[in-house]
């Protein structure tokens, strides 16, 4: 018990001071600072980073290792941070918490001084926007978008070379007859601002005209990635003020999309400013001089649904990150999209999130379920995959005309789920052609039974039931139709009378 006392003491001693931690990426800087103060047991201080300034609470030092909390006002809702650290010899090293179940992010961070915390200076008061007027249809995204995006798969690895293999494997791999159109960068192409504010790309993309130029030469579009807050989720440069320049970069350069996240705006923008804040962006593609499809990125909140039309959205996230795992997928897919259906429409659609599909932490089973659900939900198709390897399985899940077409379906009817028994569910949407699409979920452990019932569809009698996945006529059907289903897996059908 004394030694314990003892080495906390040593260590407490140690960890007061001004610590930083240098993120250097693809010719950017960034740092997190560490104000602390150990008295025996007792860490108290402030941190400062891309989130602003924010105190440490219930700060405790036990032994090597450290505890505390930051919070954050996460759109009105408190959110509790709960950070771990450890002193080995002179670095300290933090464990940022990750939102959801994943391990979390270990950073390094050295010291610069050993001097008490000086007081923590007030953050900017945040921006309040007035109410923007509603900006006008841009006469895309007729049907969900398709395509593909760079981050569930590469995340910082995006480069120009990897964009234009994928542009040579989408070409010949069966994507692009599939329909999937548009080839889009993500996070971490950015670079600094030049004298003039123009945004840079950093040494990844040495030239983005020429890369558009190569990605359309291949018969596809082309999209982007940034934020409207300073600094992007992957802490680049963001289009704080800089929202037309931006925009008009992009049609210069040649790009045909962009999904705005708002990550920093938090620190900058009072979030109820949110709406006006991309009527802003929505507005300035308008006027940059190219058709730019304008995909919101605000992870759902403050009912975007209600308003992501109006400013200008051809779509707009609805949840935090997917991940590629069943818990993950099968949360956002079937819990979190039931209030959702009425908000959808041609021009306009609601977004679940990029597929997992091909990335390795699901089945095959459940990706087809992955698959069903976002054609069901009218959600845009973005893969997510290496397009280089994907085995024939992956391929025909992505591939599969038949779902694809229930995506596409020009009525633009978002389903809804229409039966849950336990585990069980059964979704169904409408098509234009007057015949309904249904997925028959199993979300158990186990094989079991699933019935499609007509009634439950608004229709009666016999109909003709074509099985989307096997590909195959099942014939004329009274009333219901029953069929096992797989563990975690769907029976995929279309519904015609
Ligand atoms: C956020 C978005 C992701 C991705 C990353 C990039 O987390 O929700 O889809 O764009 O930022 O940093």
């Given at each position: 018990m004394a030694y314990a006392v003892f080495a906390s003491s040593i260590y407490a001693a140690n960890l007061t001071g001004h610590w930083v931690a240098s993120f250097h990426a693809d010719g950017t800087v960034r740092e997190t600072h560490?104000?602390?103060?150990?008295?025996?047991?007792?860490?108290?201080?402030?941190?400062?980073?891309?989130?602003?300034?924010?105190?440490?609470?219930?700060?405790k030092i036990t032994g090597d290792a450290f505890t505390f909390t930051i919070v954050q006002d996460r759109f009105g809702e408190e959110q509790r941070l709960e950070f771990t650290g450890k002193l080995t010899g002179q670095e300290l090293t933090l464990t940022y918490p990750h939102p959801s179940d994943r391990p979390g992010r270990q950073v390094?961070?050295?010291?610069?001084?050993?001097?008490?915390p000086p007081e923590m200076p007030p953050n900017p008061a945040k921006i309040s926007l007035p109410a923007a007027a509603p900006v006008a249809y841009n006469e895309l995204a007729k049907a969900p978008p398709m395509g593909w995006n760079s981050w569930n798969k590469f995340a910082n690895k995006v480069s120009d070379q990897l964009v234009r293999e994928t542009a040579d494997q989408m070409a010949s791999n069966g994507m692009k007859d599939a329909g999937y159109v548009y080839i889009n960068i993500d996070d971490t192409w950015e670079a600094n601002r030049d004298a003039n504010g123009n945004i840079q790309t950093n040494s990844k993309f040495p030239d983005m005209k020429a890369l558009t130029a190569y990605v359309h030469s291949k018969g596809f579009k082309i999209g982007i990635y940034s934020s409207p807050g300073p600094k992007t989720c992957a802490g680049y440069e963001g289009s704080f003020q800089h929202e037309e320049q931006d925009a008009k970069s992009y049609a210069e350069w040649g790009f045909d999309?962009?999904?705005?996240?708002?990550?920093?705006?938090?620190?900058?923008?009072?979030?109820?400013?949110?709406?006006?804040?991309?009527?802003?962006?929505?507005?300035?593609?308008?006027?940059?001089?190219?058709?730019?499809?304008?995909?919101?990125?605000?992870?759902?909140?403050?009912?975007?649904e209600k308003w992501g039309e109006k400013v200008g959205g051809n779509a707009w996230r609805t949840t935090g990150d997917i991940s590629d795992n069943w818990k993950s997928m099968s949360h956002i897919g079937f819990d979190l999209q039931l209030e959702l259906a009425p908000y959808a429409g041609p021009g306009h659609w609601n977004d679940p999130d990029m597929l997992e599909i091909g990335n390795?932490?699901?089945?095959?089973?459940?990706?087809?379920?992955?698959?069903?659900?976002?054609?069901?939900?009218?959600?845009?198709?973005?893969?997510?995959?290496?397009?280089?390897?994907?085995?024939?399985?992956?391929?025909?899940?992505?591939?599969?005309?038949?779902?694809?077409?229930?995506?596409q379906d020009r009525l633009g009817k978002q389903a809804t789920r229409v039966a849950k028994d336990g585990d069980l569910e059964v979704w169904a949407r409408q098509l234009q052609d007057g015949s309904h699409a249904v997925g028959l979920f199993n979300r158990g452990g186990a094989q079991a039974k699933v019935t499609a019932r007509w009634s439950d569809l608004g229709i009666s009698g016999k109909a003709h039931v074509r099985d989307l996945w096997a590909h195959a006529d099942r014939g004329e059907v009274p009333n219901e139709y029953s069929t096992d289903v797989q563990s975690h897996g769907v029976v995929m059908i279309k519904v015609s009378q």
């Open positions: 560490l104000y602390l103060k150990a008295d025996e047991n007792l860490l108290t201080g402030w941190m400062s980073s891309n989130a602003g300034n924010e105190k440490i609470q219930d700060g390094q961070f050295k010291q610069v001084s050993s001097a008490a999309y962009l999904k705005y996240d708002w990550c920093s705006a938090t620190q900058v923008y009072d979030y109820h400013s949110m709406p006006a804040v991309y009527a802003k962006m929505g507005e300035a593609l308008l006027h940059s001089g190219r058709p730019i499809l304008f995909s919101l990125c605000q992870y759902g909140v403050l009912h975007v390795g932490g699901m089945t095959d089973t459940e990706y087809r379920t992955h698959m069903s659900l976002w054609c069901l939900l009218a959600a845009p198709l973005l893969a997510g995959n290496d397009q280089r390897n994907m085995t024939p399985a992956i391929r025909d899940i992505l591939e599969n005309r038949e779902l694809i077409a229930v995506d």
